[in-house]
């Protein structure tokens, strides 16, 4: 009997494209190697992105987000990219000193459409540069200087399919596991997960910048 998981399991390019076909006109079109005005009004509109890179134990996928616009269009082939305080994980860094490649994807709330852009990205502490993104009197620890390689928008079926934007399906926070308490229970114990939700709100507030 034949494994079904091998049977059906596409492994070439040949396969994929008789699958799924060709791709239409205005998925080419749409592609260009330069922040296009049009693109840059998006880009300007967002205040939320996500941030994948690939280090040596593979992809990573990072959410970055301030007001409108934190992502700077610096000329049609540079993007600037502040990175505020955070946990000092660093993945994404790490990532980019291993792989320099890098993609972002930009969401602008209410807004079906998104944007996509690839480059590639080098870290940067430039006191000019740091000093053009502080907020609220405090300067981000780097800035990421991205050279613009790939940049199209992504159509709304996958936004409108899943109603992100509808606010009658937001999620209850207390219907979920807590900060606390799912710390406390990956950390056997070590975490108070009660006082570490306790003390979170003022911790973030403290640490927003």
């Known amino acids: ?3 079904p998981n091998t049977t059906y399991r596409i492994a070439d390019l040949e396969t994929l494209q008789a699958v799924y076909g060709h ?3 205005a998925s080419i079109k749409k592609e260009v190697d ?5 693109y840059r009004k998006l880009v300007e509109a967002s205040p ?3 941030l994948a890179t690939h280090g040596p134990d593979g992809p990573d996928a990072s959410p970055r987000g301030d007001p409108a616009g934190f992502i700077r269009v610096c000329d049609e082939k540079t993007i600037l990219l502040p990175d505020r305080r955070g946990n000092n994980r660093l993945d994404s860094l ?3 000193i291993h792989d320099p490649r890098v993609a972002l994807l930009f ?3 209410g807004v079906g459409e998104t944007l996509r852009i690839n480059g590639v990205a080098e870290i940067s502490t430039a006191p000019d540069l740091l000093e053009q993104f502080s907020l609220n009197g405090k300067l981000p620890s780097s800035v990421l200087i991205i050279k613009v390689k790939k940049v199209f928008f992504q159509c709304s079926r996958a936004v409108l399919r899943s109603r992100l934007w509808d606010s009658t399906l937001h999620v209850e926070r207390s219907s979920l596991p807590s900060v606390g308490a799912m710390l406390e229970t990956l950390s056997n114990a070590e975490i108070d997960g009660a006082k570490y939700d306790s003390d979170l709100p ?3 507030q403290k640490t927003m910048y």
């Open 48 to 50: 939320f992105a996500v």
């Open 107 to 109: 969401l602008i709330p």
């Open 34 to 38: 330069y922040i296009h005005p049009h």
């Open 202 to 204: 003022e911790r973030i």
């Open 23 to 25: 791709p239409s006109i």
């Open 94 to 96: 790490r990532n980019i």
């Open 1 to 3: 009997m034949s494994d």
